[in-house]
């Protein structure tokens, strides 16, 4: 079992920033993935990003260019640096990592609000 526990988040004006972190515990020696998803009042839940084991990412085409993730394989942590946010962005944004067995672990979310 993996525990994720998330801290960031909050309102911020459009064009502003945020850093979102999540950090895993428990069975963390069996974590390939760690990224991040957002699901937003009526529509599906989306990727964000994700950062695998050997330092590739991947990020969803709405926040390329504007969304880092970066990760921390000997503390287990992720973090999300958002940066020139977007209304469209607000969203209650889920930490999720994947074991080498593909099961899926999701933190409780955060909230991100973006004002216009």
């Known amino acids: 079992q993996v525990q994720l526990v998330e801290s960031g988040g909050g309102l911020v004006q459009a064009g502003g920033s945020l850093r979102l972190s999540c950090a895993a515990s428990?069975?963390?020696?069996?974590?390939?993935?760690m990224g991040w998803y957002r699901q937003a009042p009526g529509k599906q839940r989306e990727l964000v990003a994700v950062?695998?084991?050997?330092?590739?990412?991947n990020y969803g085409a709405s926040v390329k260019g504007r969304f880092t993730i970066s990760g921390d394989n000997a503390k287990k942590t992720v973090t999300l640096q958002m940066n020139s946010l977007r209304p469209e962005d607000t969203a209650v944004y889920f930490c999720?990592?994947?074991?080498?067995?593909?099961?899926?672990?999701w933190g409780q979310g955060t909230q991100v609000t973006v004002s216009s």
């Open positions: 999720q990592v994947r074991d080498s067995w593909l099961v899926d672990y």
């Open positions: 428990g069975d963390t020696f069996s974590i390939n993935d």
């Open positions: 950062i695998r084991r050997d330092g590739s990412t």
